[in-house]
């Protein structure tokens, strides 16, 4: 058994044992020097050993540039007397160091002045090259500690795309240089809605928070180095309360509304009018504003859940729907969608909705339809035969906002697109993503219990050929890998809530919907303070 998660594609131990102490010299050919660093940096911080950069490539170990390895892929050989690595790009080379350091216990030997390798061949390379997760940062904001402390995570499981979502009913959280209200009024709301779906309890303390354009800047750039790409989302028509609270005019009857507090709230139905001029004017704005943030060649829309009860009573709805002879309201939604996407084109970005968009016809050829709805869709599988792509979020698989007890781990571990009535074989399914949604995750700590370890069953399972894949297998490496996360300081879910029996799973979802979003995380309180006494 070899100790990765991710598992890689192909892997065969050998007989020996490197060993790294400060004096191992590391070489890098110029292309992947960065990632020499990177190697070397993180194994100073997780264990205090730093080995020796050096320019001769006689090093120890060595980083060897080569053109016919995959993208983000890597060849790894290690014996008792050296290392070599090599790949064709900063990712699969950032991604060899990644694996020596998990394989060396890095993070587990902070007082030994060696570091030990069994020798072994490893030929790896993903199986998606979309290998997402979701942060939701309107719900509730975190912050650029806790965004990198994820960032890190995601690049030591080889995830490579972090999908922000940053705007929300419940808050705007990125500065906009040209609609300053966004922050102004946008990123604040009076309090926060504390207990469960079903019931309104609001804790009423002032709630704000957003990132700088600056801040952004440099989350992009820290994520850049890790081969993770950030695709902002910004959700429009809908969920769209708190630009609509900023800025009245973007709504079809421009009445003031305050920032929604309550998910459920009656003013998180009013979205953006779709026959106003502004409202265009506005999207192609802050799209021209993140396409100066975000180099990436996508950008988010949302797209999902527009109610369209303000465009059956707006003249200027109406009006489009005449002029363009559109069936209905879903058709104008379509024909939103399509000048946005025409406008990001344009950009050379790609639009991604939520895969309600599939229901206009008509719907431009690049955009690409992200399934999640619990529902099936088989517009999802007729976008794809049309050439569209998709990525992959299928609900019971990657909704970690969920409890355990309805999205248990062997859920994301053993999701396979014939799940959703997809081919495997369909090149146009980018990949798959999870998604932390933060209605009910109010700290670090519960963000780790929803995340952990989920995250790396979602990396499995986004990397490793189907092939190569073994729940039970899987779950012992886990089980061994438990002391990193430990010494991380990372609140995972306890191993005996990961696949919660069929009482407590039916006990647990309606509670969690309900009563009490917070019923299975408390149960995890006890475990972790009863896992501190018995440390001490
Ligand atoms: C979603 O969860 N509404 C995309
Ligand atoms: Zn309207």
Known sequence: MIHLIPRPAFYEEKYGEFVLNSTTAVYADPPLEAARDYFVQSIEKACGIRPAVVVSDKAAIRFLYDVRLPKEGYRLECTSERIIVQASSHAGALYAGISIRQLMLAELMDHARVLTMHAVVIEDKPRYEWRGLLLDESRNFFGPVTVKRLLDMMAYHKLNVLHWHLTDNEGWRIESKKYPELTEVGSKRKGTQTKAWGKKDVEWIPYDGYYTQAEIKEIVAYAERLNIMIVPEIDMPAHLGAAIASYPELSCRKLPM??????????????????????????????????????????HIGGDEAPKKEWKKCPKCQAVIRKYNLKNEEELQGYFNNKIALYLKRKGKRLIGWNEVLKAEGLEHSVIAQYWTPLKDPRVADHLRNGGSAILSKHEAFYFDMPYAMVPLRNTYRFEPEQLGLSNRNDDILGVEGTLWTEWIMTQERLDFQTYPRLEALAETAWTPASQKNYAEFKERLVKFLPVLDKLGITYCPSHMWDPSLWRRLRVTTKFHVSDAHCEYRRALTHYKWKKKKSK
């Open 258 to 299: 305050e920032v929604p507090i309550l998910h459920s709230d009656p003013n998180c139905s009013i979205i953006a009018c779709a026959g106003d001029d502004f409202t265009f004017k506005f999207a192609y704005d802050i799209i021209d504003e993140m396409a100066s943030l975000f180099p990436a060649p996508y950008f």
